[in-house]
């Protein structure tokens, strides 16, 4: 059986990694390269690096910013955030990210999934889809794009089957409804996506508890989750995520 992956996320503005609830009301969480390479020290299976403000003010993530977090990182590492062209992803695979993870142009543009796995292979395209629940429709969820901040009328399973078909290789899912709130992952999102597409699915957005991580690896068949604010504010080490994991019946990657 394959290994579940814990990874840890940074979400960077102004150089500053922060956390909010939904998206909003962020407040600081430390230095992204400090805890880039603390968390790498301890065992995290890969990090997520999202620059969270780019596609909203326009600005591409700061490569310099991505190089700092790569020289002191031992793990595959993610970058996303306003990345809108393939050379864009050329450019920061160059400057040490592993991976490279797209959201909003590559609902703009499709083609862009395409062009940058013919390009880079499909193991280093990420597509981020950042989901909400369709109000009056049980079971659906549509996509939303620019930081969450805009809807879309896009059906979230149907964009992750296209996706794999244009040559994602991952899938990082996010539950916008869940997001900063900790208090669990959305479980109907993330199996229902699981069972749609057959790349690895990322569970985002709800981490609260490690009985929460737990339930999305396994009744919500995630192949990932990502986490934040229960790493970055001291609530569970990595170890302790991974010790209560393996309890559990969960197989990861020992610390």
């Known amino acids: 059986m394959l290994t579940k ?10 150089n500053r990694v922060v956390k909010g609830i939904n998206f909003l009301n962020l407040r600081d969480a430390g230095d992204p390269v400090e805890l880039g390479k603390k968390y790498s020290d301890e065992g995290a299976d890969e990090l997520v690096f999202l620059d969270i403000t780019a596609t909203i003010r326009s600005k591409k993530t700061i490569v310099e910013l991505v190089e700092k977090v790569a020289a002191n990182v031992f793990i595959p590492f993610t970058v996303g955030g306003g990345i809108s062209k393939a050379d864009e992803i050329g450019l920061l695979l160059r400057s040490g990210a592993d991976k490279c993870s797209i959201n909003t142009a590559a609902v703009n543009n499709p083609d862009l999934l395409r ?13 981020a889809i950042d989901a909400r629940r369709t109000p009056g429709k049980v079971g ?3 996509v939303t794009v620019k930081a969450g901040s805009e809807p879309t009328d896009i059906d979230a399973i149907e964009w992750a089957i296209k996706a794999e078909k244009l040559g994602a290789g991952e899938i990082l899912l996010t539950s916008m409804d869940a997001d900063g709130t900790q208090t669990g992952y959305d479980i109907e999102l ?9 790349i690895p699915v990322i569970a985002s957005g709800g981490a609260g508890t490690l009985e929460s991580l737990t339930e999305v690896l396994d009744k919500g068949k995630a192949d990932a989750v990502l986490a934040a604010s229960i790493f970055h504010y001291g609530t569970y080490s990595i170890k302790k995520t991974k010790e209560f ?5 969960v197989p990861v990657r020992p610390v």
């Open 115 to 127: 062009e940058s796995a013919e390009r880079f292979g499909a193991q280093c395209v990420v597509l």
């Open 5 to 14: 992956r814990i990874i840890p996320c940074l979400d960077v503005k102004d």
């Open 140 to 142: 659906k969820w549509h």
């Open 190 to 198: 993330t199996r229902a996506v699981a069972e749609a597409v057959s």
């Open 245 to 249: 994991l393996q309890q559990h019946g």
